[in-house]
């Protein structure tokens, strides 16, 4: 017992170690106690127990043996020596990029990186506006503030934003490597898409609205250019948009989806309970043409759901789209399997509510602006992924407005299924739910089984035994007849007979016999 | 969300058939579905979707110009009315489908129509109210005169269809291609003729090349 709480709390310090990145010193004097807490099961001494820095209190092994007062003093010490240190990482860091940036361009040589960046990219506005920009972006670039810049650039968490720059540094590569193939027109399209890159710096404190209206506008400019200026067939412009959608979403992923300013993450929290609050919605409530006992329909199933949760996972507004795809496709098999035929659209909404609300997928509502507003607008409003995008809008409007009469269900039996009274599965006269998973299902089924097989396992054993018993009776009682036949009739061995000459001797009745008779001679 | 509502516009790519949005709107089994797919499946069986019947495309050729249809089923059942606004983003036409065996479901159709007035300007999008199942004719509800004058009196192109029997299905999309391509011919001409009004070098995007060729 007493070992399992130590390992709960050193499972919780772990948790407090790594998030305040104590040095290794310390991770190895903690190997070193929890071998001593273990042995403490066997030998416990008194001092063990009192606190190390010998304040008189007791100690205790989550705090490194100190009393919790002690432990906070060490703990804050070492943890500032972290922070200093992460500090001077990141200050080396900023060093470094700030040196190559400066060899690279001649730099003014400005405090901080990002600062000296924004200078930069201020000259550059200034220089190239006349030229360039002014044509593609008919929107002024504001200037951000300064003070949200230097706030951001000393954020002390380089870690997370070498990580995510190793994907950026990726999608840039094969952005350059895709537009290579097209020569003048590819750097063209690089430049603008460069600038746009740009000007979105300066507008992230605008109104996501804003931004969303310039991104929009920067699609539509693009592909406008490429094909009255670069004569590009339209199969291609398609290709090239997807790739510098892809390009310009993946930089701006982190200051677009669900930024701050907004109250998208509010109502994803709102969305998350209501779906959970509806725990209890069966298929049948909904009419879902899908009947989770076939095997291959509940594949589908999961499957469909795994597609709309993987959607939190993209960047890019267009493969976040493809997930979407990618579900519908299932639960039309799904659907077609159960029904045997191909499903309409009066199938596939509930299908999808369906799924929706087992999922529960992450950052819903987040993730549908995210996309309404970043996405390259024509593929939206037409084509199958907007077809399908749709489908999923007017899902989670449906799981917000969801009352008691959308399910058949009384008002009160709704308000009751919501505050968790009951639930329709205990109603069920089976023991187990019908639309329970199947693996439980089957288990269910299993269990059966195997009770069954051990009643007859043991009808067996007990007719085995019985037979065995039977057996042991029936040779005892052959046993026992043959020594009773035996006693009775006691085995005499007579002593063998005279020789065969005299065996007529005694044989009374020979002299009754007529002589024998004699052999007569005739004349011939 | 405000961009994703602006008005729409078929894109516009030269050499390629504009494409059109057209929402399939009716209660549940009046036959939309139906009606598309038989629509779609005489034609051209070889793009006959292998899963569901919900997303339909077909190419239209139409003497000199062809167009794309892009055909949006919806679901009919009453509870999903509320939601299905959304559908209607961006469309350029619309089918009102009612069953002719059913007076509540002409109602509805009545009801859909208000709901698309709600969202669209009038002329904005093409709108036809179809008649389905003239098969079933010994059981109908709805006269053929009660439809066509309820269309009429709100301009709305109107036919009686069979989707079982094939009975009309083509002419349907066929008329409501024809009044799209009449109205983008309308609208070109009307932008031509402001543009030489106002002397304009630059022509609004999206509208003016479309459907040239």
């Given at each position: 017992m007493l070992g399992t709480v130590n390992k709960m709390k050193h499972q919780m310090m772990l948790f407090f170690f790594q998030r305040g990145n104590l040095p290794s010193l310390l991770l190895a004097s903690r190997k070193k106690m929890s071998l001593k807490s273990e042995r403490r099961g066997i030998h416990v001494d008194q001092s063990e127990l009192l606190c190390k820095k010998g304040c008189g209190y007791y100690g205790n092994p989550a705090?490194?043996?100190?009393?919790?007062?002690?432990?906070?003093?060490?703990?804050?010490?070492?943890?500032?020596?972290?922070?200093?240190?992460?500090?001077e990482l990141a200050e080396r860091l900023q060093r470094e990029e700030e040196e190559a940036f400066a060899s690279s361009q001649s730099s003014q040589g400005a405090q901080s990186l990002t600062f000296s960046k924004f200078e930069?990219?201020?000259?550059?506005?200034?220089?190239r506006k006349v030229t360039t920009v002014k044509k593609f972006f008919t929107a002024s670039s504001r200037v951000g503030s300064k003070k949200a810049e230097i706030q951001e650039a000393k954020a002390p968490s380089p870690s997370i934003n070498r990580q995510t720059s190793i994907e950026t540094d990726r999608v840039s590569k094969e952005f350059i490597e895709f537009l290579k193939t097209f020569h003048k027109t590819g750097q063209e399209i690089y430049k603008q898409t460069k600038l746009f890159l740009e000007a979105m710096h300066y507008k992230r404190?605008?109104?996501?609205?804003?931004?969303?209206?310039?991104?929009?506008?920067?699609?539509?400019?693009?592909a406008e250019k490429m094909q009255t200026r670069g004569k590009v067939p339209p199969e291609r412009v398609e290709k090239i948009m997807d790739q510098i959608e892809k390009y310009i979403m993946t930089r701006l992923y982190k200051y677009v989806f669900c930024p701050e300013?907004?109250?998208?993450?509010?109502?994803?929290?709102?969305?998350?309970?209501?779906?959970?609050?509806?725990?209890?919605?069966?298929?049948?409530m909904l009419c879902v043409p899908v009947n989770e006992e076939i095997p291959e329909v509940s594949d589908m199933v999961v499957k469909a759901i795994t597609d709309i949760i993987e959607m939190d996972s993209k960047r890019v507004p267009r493969d976040k789209l493809a997930c979407i795809t990618k579900c519908s496709k299932h639960i039309f098999n799904a659907i077609k399997i159960t029904k045997n035929e191909p499903a309409s659209a009066d199938d596939f909404l509930p299908t999808l509510i369906y799924i929706v609300l087992k999922g529960n997928p992450p950052r819903l509502q987040s993730n549908i602006q995210y996309i309404t507003r970043f996405c390259n607008p024509s593929r939206l409003m037409t084509g199958e992924d907007g077809y399908y995008f749709t489908n999923l809008c007017c899902a989670v409007a449906f799981i917000e407005k969801l009352d008691a009469q959308s399910l058949n269900l009384s008002q009160e039996d709704f308000d009751r299924y919501m505050s968790g009274q009951t639930s329709p599965r205990k109603q069920e006269s089976e023991n187990w739910s019908p639309d329970a998973c199947l693996g439980v299902k089957q288990m269910y089924k299993n269990l059966d089984l195997l009770s069954q097989l051990n009643e007859r396992q043991e009808r067996i054993m007990n007719e085995a035994k019985k037979l065995e018993k039977d057996l042991i009776d029936w040779t005892d009682g052959i046993a026992k007849e043959v020594q009773d036949?035996?006693?009775?009739?006691?085995?005499?061995?007579?002593?063998?007979?005279?020789?065969?000459?005299?065996?007529d001797s005694e044989n009374v009745e020979n002299d009754k016999l007529p002589p024998p008779l004699q052999p007569q001679v005739y004349a011939g | 969300m405000a961009q994703a509502a602006a008005a729409p516009h078929p894109r516009a790519t030269p050499g390629q058939p504009c494409v059109f949005k057209l929402v399939l709107l009716g209660s549940s089994s009046v036959g939309k579905s139906s009606l598309a797919l038989r629509y779609v499946k005489n034609d051209f069986k070889s793009t006959l979707p292998t899963v569901g019947c919900a997303f339909f495309t077909k190419v239209v050729e139409f003497g000199a110009a062809s167009l794309k249809f892009e055909i949006w089923d919806t679901a009919g059942q009453e509870k999903y009315h509320?939601?299905?606004?959304?559908?209607?983003?961006g469309a350029n036409a619309a089918l009102l489908v009612y069953d002719i065996t059913s007076k509540d479901s002409f109602c509805m159709a009545q009801q859909w129509l208000k709901d698309l007035e709600k969202e669209f300007q009038p002329g904005e999008v093409v709108v036809m109210l179809v008649g389905n199942k003239t098969d079933l004719g010994e059981e109908r509800e709805v006269m053929f005169e009660e439809g066509k004058e309820f269309a009429e009196s709100k301009g709305l192109l109107f036919m009686e269809t069979s989707a079982r029997l094939n009975h009309q299905v083509t002419e349907v999309f066929s008329a409501v291609a024809r009044e799209l391509l009449q109205r983008e011919e309308r609208k070109k001409d009307q932008t031509q003729q402001r543009d030489a009004r106002l002397a304009l070098n630059e022509r609004p995007a999206g509208q003016a090349k479309c459907c040239a060729h």
């Amino acid at each position: 017992m007493l070992g399992t709480v130590n390992k709960m709390k050193h499972q919780m310090m772990l948790f407090f170690f790594q998030r305040g990145n104590l040095p290794s010193l310390l991770l190895a004097s903690r190997k070193k106690m929890s071998l001593k807490s273990e042995r403490r099961g066997i030998h416990v001494d008194q001092s063990e127990l009192l606190c190390k820095k010998g304040c008189g209190y007791y100690g205790n092994p989550a705090w490194q043996g100190f009393c919790s007062k002690c432990w906070r003093e060490e703990y804050h010490k070492a943890r500032q020596k972290q922070i200093q240190e992460d500090w001077e990482l990141a200050e080396r860091l900023q060093r470094e990029e700030e040196e190559a940036f400066a060899s690279s361009q001649s730099s003014q040589g400005a405090q901080s990186l990002t600062f000296s960046k924004f200078e930069e990219k201020k000259t550059n506005e200034k220089t190239r506006k006349v030229t360039t920009v002014k044509k593609f972006f008919t929107a002024s670039s504001r200037v951000g503030s300064k003070k949200a810049e230097i706030q951001e650039a000393k954020a002390p968490s380089p870690s997370i934003n070498r990580q995510t720059s190793i994907e950026t540094d990726r999608v840039s590569k094969e952005f350059i490597e895709f537009l290579k193939t097209f020569h003048k027109t590819g750097q063209e399209i690089y430049k603008q898409t460069k600038l746009f890159l740009e000007a979105m710096h300066y507008k992230r404190d605008l109104s996501i609205e804003e931004q969303s209206e310039c991104t929009q506008d920067f699609y539509q400019n693009v592909a406008e250019k490429m094909q009255t200026r670069g004569k590009v067939p339209p199969e291609r412009v398609e290709k090239i948009m997807d790739q510098i959608e892809k390009y310009i979403m993946t930089r701006l992923y982190k200051y677009v989806f669900c930024p701050e300013t907004t109250d998208d993450e509010k109502k994803d929290l709102a969305i998350q309970k209501r779906i959970r609050a509806l725990h209890w919605v069966t298929p049948q409530m909904l009419c879902v043409p899908v009947n989770e006992e076939i095997p291959e329909v509940s594949d589908m199933v999961v499957k469909a759901i795994t597609d709309i949760i993987e959607m939190d996972s993209k960047r890019v507004p267009r493969d976040k789209l493809a997930c979407i795809t990618k579900c519908s496709k299932h639960i039309f098999n799904a659907i077609k399997i159960t029904k045997n035929e191909p499903a309409s659209a009066d199938d596939f909404l509930p299908t999808l509510i369906y799924i929706v609300l087992k999922g529960n997928p992450p950052r819903l509502q987040s993730n549908i602006q995210y996309i309404t507003r970043f996405c390259n607008p024509s593929r939206l409003m037409t084509g199958e992924d907007g077809y399908y995008f749709t489908n999923l809008c007017c899902a989670v409007a449906f799981i917000e407005k969801l009352d008691a009469q959308s399910l058949n269900l009384s008002q009160e039996d709704f308000d009751r299924y919501m505050s968790g009274q009951t639930s329709p599965r205990k109603q069920e006269s089976e023991n187990w739910s019908p639309d329970a998973c199947l693996g439980v299902k089957q288990m269910y089924k299993n269990l059966d089984l195997l009770s069954q097989l051990n009643e007859r396992q043991e009808r067996i054993m007990n007719e085995a035994k019985k037979l065995e018993k039977d057996l042991i009776d029936w040779t005892d009682g052959i046993a026992k007849e043959v020594q009773d036949i035996v006693e009775k009739y006691p085995l005499e061995i007579k002593p063998p007979n005279q020789s065969l000459a005299a065996i007529d001797s005694e044989n009374v009745e020979n002299d009754k016999l007529p002589p024998p008779l004699q052999p007569q001679v005739y004349a011939g | 969300m405000a961009q994703a509502a602006a008005a729409p516009h078929p894109r516009a790519t030269p050499g390629q058939p504009c494409v059109f949005k057209l929402v399939l709107l009716g209660s549940s089994s009046v036959g939309k579905s139906s009606l598309a797919l038989r629509y779609v499946k005489n034609d051209f069986k070889s793009t006959l979707p292998t899963v569901g019947c919900a997303f339909f495309t077909k190419v239209v050729e139409f003497g000199a110009a062809s167009l794309k249809f892009e055909i949006w089923d919806t679901a009919g059942q009453e509870k999903y009315h509320s939601v299905c606004h959304l559908y209607f983003r961006g469309a350029n036409a619309a089918l009102l489908v009612y069953d002719i065996t059913s007076k509540d479901s002409f109602c509805m159709a009545q009801q859909w129509l208000k709901d698309l007035e709600k969202e669209f300007q009038p002329g904005e999008v093409v709108v036809m109210l179809v008649g389905n199942k003239t098969d079933l004719g010994e059981e109908r509800e709805v006269m053929f005169e009660e439809g066509k004058e309820f269309a009429e009196s709100k301009g709305l192109l109107f036919m009686e269809t069979s989707a079982r029997l094939n009975h009309q299905v083509t002419e349907v999309f066929s008329a409501v291609a024809r009044e799209l391509l009449q109205r983008e011919e309308r609208k070109k001409d009307q932008t031509q003729q402001r543009d030489a009004r106002l002397a304009l070098n630059e022509r609004p995007a999206g509208q003016a090349k479309c459907c040239a060729h």
